[in-house]
């Protein structure tokens, strides 16, 4: 018998460290490195050859020598993936200011097939049709730029856990199989759960209610299933919630502040933690995206080859100040704007289109620098039954939707938690009070009064990076045609 010994041992064979002791002089010029990864892309010149190996987060160059080099290359393809033995090269011309001249590659993994897509190619990424595009998704997935957008749905969804976190906020895990739906709503998906009817859980609403009656600030990050028929660039039906709840406000303005917080903090992570992906998908404009940019994504005139590393920049822009207007007015502002049919259109519209959301937007973009609105008090037929009325007003509700650069991301508001007042509302609404004793339990037993928001992780990803459809910011898309990869 022996002992693990669980130390963790310094992974000298990745490039970032590799990167890290160059700048530290740890290693000089003329050092001894080994390094792993996989084949980005050979290019061929008259006696050696710049071979490109993709690591897990950068592509970086390697030098291949007829006369010096003990490998030949026409036994290697795109893909496969090796590890390298060579010399660190000075080189002021290189990104990470040194080359690394092969001296013997050895193949651990080869491939058993010709790719069907070009993944080391950006142009021809980009001018896929997206069902190509999703369909090859195991490999394209890889592509530098592809995996920038994912990594930057990590940013998004660390600093949201991150910012939670430090205020006092505690996580827990909500299931995803549930007999009824928290929005009461039709659209969900139904499951044979050991022959009783259930549903894939279309919000974890009830649950983070539960859960404030235990922790008073909660939140819970993971899918949502929504069975709705939609098929456009804003709808998946399958999505990363972030959800929030917390009690003891003294009104839904206390929500409100909560998120412009948490969205400045997410701006600065991205922007510090994430700044290589942003330079590669952004084209090395420094200027904050949505802000009047010309920003969207388009590959720039560095290649994703060249882009080994990110320079320090900020990409996305800080938020300062956060516009709070009423529904009521956002929409006489539309309709001011757009005289005639399409406003008074608009002013019969118990919600907003896509069109007003967008032109909503741009007016606070420019007229009051922010790419956040807060738009408040909507209409009480078009919220959730736990949504409290204004008692002021109880046509409207004290709730809010989030809008970043003219695009809904989050929904949220003041919750009812006077158990008579509750009931009433879902009698109101010819809900069926029977099917709902667990979630009403609470509000029997005491509740504070509380609210809570929902963010559509995908759909910051797809604001902040100018994305064509949101099936993009997704890793594994999920839409009413598709179920696969």
């Keep these: 018998m022996e002992l693990i010994d669980f130390t963790k041992k310094q992974d000298t064979e990745e490039i970032g460290y590799i990167i890290e002791a160059f700048r530290k ?22 006696g050696f050859a710049f071979v490109l190996i993709r690591s897990a987060r950068i592509v970086f160059q390697c030098v291949w020598d007829e006369k010096t080099s003990k490998v030949n290359l026409d036994d290697f393809s795109p893909e496969e993936c090796v590890v390298i033995e060579g010399i660190l090269v000075a080189e002021e011309r290189s990104r990470l200011g040194f080359d690394i001249r092969i001296s013997t590659m050895v193949r651990v993994s080869g491939k058993a097939a010709e790719l069907p897509v070009e993944i080391s190619n950006d142009k021809k990424i980009e001018a896929l049709n997206l069902n190509t595009l999703l369909d090859h998704r195991v490999l394209t997935l890889r592509n530098p730029k592809v995996r920038a957008v994912m990594r930057i749905a990590d940013g998004v969804m660390f600093a949201f856990r991150d910012f939670l976190r430090k205020e006092g906020f505690v996580e827990f895990v909500p299931p995803k199989i549930v007999c009824e739906g928290a929005e009461g709503g039709a659209d969900m998906f139904g499951v044979d759960y050991f022959g009783q009817k259930a549903y894939l859980n279309q919000s974890p609403q009830m649950y983070k209610q539960i859960m404030v009656g235990v922790f008073t600030k909660v939140y819970t990050v993971g899918p949502v299933f929504r069975a709705e028929k939609y098929s456009t660039n804003r709808h998946i039906n399958e999505f990363q919630g972030l959800d929030l709840e917390m009690g003891f406000i003294e009104s839904f303005y206390d929500l409100i502040r909560l998120e412009a917080r948490m969205m400045n903090h997410m701006m600065n992570v991205l922007n510090e933690e994430y700044a290589q992906e942003l330079e590669l998908l952004f084209g090395g404009d420094h200027r904050p995206a949505g802000s009047g940019t010309a920003a969207n994504g388009n590959t720039s005139a560095q290649t994703t080859d060249e882009k080994e590393t990110g320079k320090k920049g900020r990409y996305l822009p800080e938020i300062t100040k956060a516009p709070i207007i009423r529904f009521t007015e956002a929409k006489k502002l539309f309709a001011d704007a757009h005289p005639g049919r399409q406003g008074e259109q608009a002013l019969a519209e118990p919600d907003f289109s896509p069109e007003e959301e967008k032109w909503i937007g741009e007016y606070f973009r420019k007229e009051y620098d922010s790419p956040l609105v807060f738009v408040t008090h909507y209409p009480s037929v078009k919220r959730p039954f736990y949504t409290k009325d204004d008692p002021e007003d109880p046509e409207y509700t004290l709730s809010f939707d989030c809008l970043l650069n003219g695009l809904e991301i989050t929904t949220g508001g003041q919750r009812i938690h006077d158990y008579g007042e509750q009931v009433e509302k879902m009698r109101r609404r010819g809900m069926k009070i029977d099917d709902f004793g667990d979630y009403l339990t609470m509000h ?12 559509g992780m995908e759909r910051i990803v797809e604001n902040l990076l100018h994305l064509p459809t949101i099936k993009q910011a997704a890793a594994f898309p999920r839409d009413r045609d598709r179920l696969r990869p």
């Design 25 to 46: 002089g740890e290693l000089l010029d003329k050092s001894p490195v080994r390094v792993r990864g996989a084949i980005h892309r050979i290019r061929r010149m008259s």
């Design 444 to 455: 029997k037993y005491g509740m504070p009064p509380h609210g809570g928001m929902g963010l």
